[in-house]
């Protein structure tokens, strides 16, 4: 059964920094690209960061400079640096995997808050 769960969120203040994980179980781990996505309320869910490797790396406009994605393939988990957060990076954090061949998506896990605030 493949399984997704995001952990880290936390209330930030502004300017302050934040990683969040992502495990994954059930999936070959190695075969599949990463992606974060976060949903503010009222907002749809938008493309935060995406990884398969060190050298296939894409960051939304709005996070390049401030987040970094990386992966770990011996923990099967996919992190998030975020850095120098601001009050409009308040959302809830969700991961999602793609087999790079036969592009096979996982469900959603329960996705992990992050709220900057003062």
């Known amino acids: 059964q493949v399984q997704l769960v995001e952990s880290g969120g936390d209330l930030v203040q502004p300017g302050g920094s934040l990683r969040i994980s992502c495990a994954a179980s059930?999936?070959?781990?190695?075969?599949?690209?990463m992606a974060w996505y976060r949903q503010a309320p009222g907002k749809q869910r938008e493309l935060v960061a995406g990884?398969?490797?060190?050298?296939?790396?894409n960051y939304a406009d709005s996070v390049k400079g401030r987040f970094t994605i990386s992966r770990d393939n011996a923990k099967n988990t996919v992190y998030l640096q975020m850095n120098s957060l601001k009050p409009e990076d308040t959302a809830v954090y969700y991961c999602?995997?793609?087999?790079?061949?036969?592009?096979?998506?996982?469900?959603w896990g329960q996705g992990t808050q992050v709220t900057v605030s003062s």
């Open positions: 999602r995997a793609r087999h790079t061949i036969t592009a096979h998506v996982t469900s």
């Open positions: 059930g999936i070959t781990f190695s075969n599949y690209a």
């Open positions: 990884i398969f490797n060190s050298s296939s790396i």
